[in-house]
Antibody, heavy 121, light 114 residues
Framework: QVQLVESGGSVVQPGGSLRLSCAAS????????MHWVRQAPGKGLEWVAFIRFDGSNEYYADSVKGRFTISRDNSKNTLYVQMNSLRPEDTAVYYCAKQRQLLRGSLFDDWGQGTLVTVSS | DIVMTQSPDSLAVSLGERATIHCKSS????????????LAWYQQRPRQPPKLLIYWASTRESGVPDRFSGSGSGTDFTLTISSLQAEDVAVYYC??????????FGQGTKVEIK
């Protein structure tokens, strides 16, 4: 079955950097777009970034544009997000999620357990 | 961006009773060329990641109990749990996939046992 395992979360100071990883298994990773979605403590879900199956295009939420970079290594079945210039408001559990492509649209059908990023001095 | 607004923010329902959650989008998520509403519902149980429940506004994901149903069209949608069970305690989110990016969620509705 589909398994997504995030790692890399930790405590980081404001202005710092962090790279999260998401190891995928149980499906053909190279055939699916992938997302990062975050959830601040006690808050709702916020989409962060998306990358196409072949890495050809990336899309970002305005709140992270220019600071975060999503990438993937299809040979390693791994998704990444490089987070720079971190702010306290980036504190959240970060989930990776697999895309389900539908007619003219897509949504998230499998999620990892998440990894916690805390931005604090 | 399409803004999704859910109501209420929380509700408490007795076991076996009906729970109803509303979701409103700031613009229509209905695509007339295929007659589909680009609206999904997710369930997030405590300390768990979200789980896809319903898509196309009313299509249940495989394995989702039939006490969960979705309805609505255009800008107004409803998730109904016909007979609340203890395992249904969760936060429920609606999400549009009509106009992306960004993919946008409602703020969530917390369902508890009365």
């Amino acid at each position: 079955q589909v398994q997504l395992v995030e790692s890399g979360g930790s405590v980081v100071q404001p202005g710092g950097s962090l790279r999260l990883s998401c190891a995928a298994s149980g499906f053909t990773f190279s055939s699916y777009g992938m997302h990062w979605v975050r959830q601040a403590p006690g808050k709702g879900l916020e989409w962060v970034a998306f990358i196409r199956f072949d890495g050809s295009n990336e899309y970002y939420a305005d709140s992270v544009k220019g600071r975060f970079t999503i990438s993937r290594d299809n040979s390693k079945n791994t998704l990444y997000v490089q987070m720079n210039s971190l702010r306290p408001e980036d504190t959240a559990v970060y989930y990776c999620a697999k895309q389900r492509q539908l007619l003219r649209g897509s949504l998230f059908d499998d999620w990892g357990q998440g990894t916690l990023v805390t931005v604090s001095s | 961006d399409i803004v999704m607004t859910q109501s209420p923010d929380s509700l408490a329902v007795s076991l076996g009773e009906r729970a109803t959650i509303h979701c409103k989008s700031s613009q229509s998520v209905f695509y007339s060329s295929n007659n589909k509403n680009y609206l999904a519902w997710y369930q997030q149980r405590p300390r768990q990641p979200p789980k896809l429940l319903i898509y196309w506004a009313s299509t249940r994901e495989s394995g989702v109990p039939d006490r969960f149903s979705g309805s609505g069209s255009g800008t107004d949608f409803t998730l109904t749990i016909s007979s609340l069970q203890a395992e249904d305690v969760a936060v429920y989110y609606c999400q549009q996939y009509y106009s992306t990016p960004p993919w946008t969620f409602g703020q969530g509705t917390k369902v508890e046992i009365k």
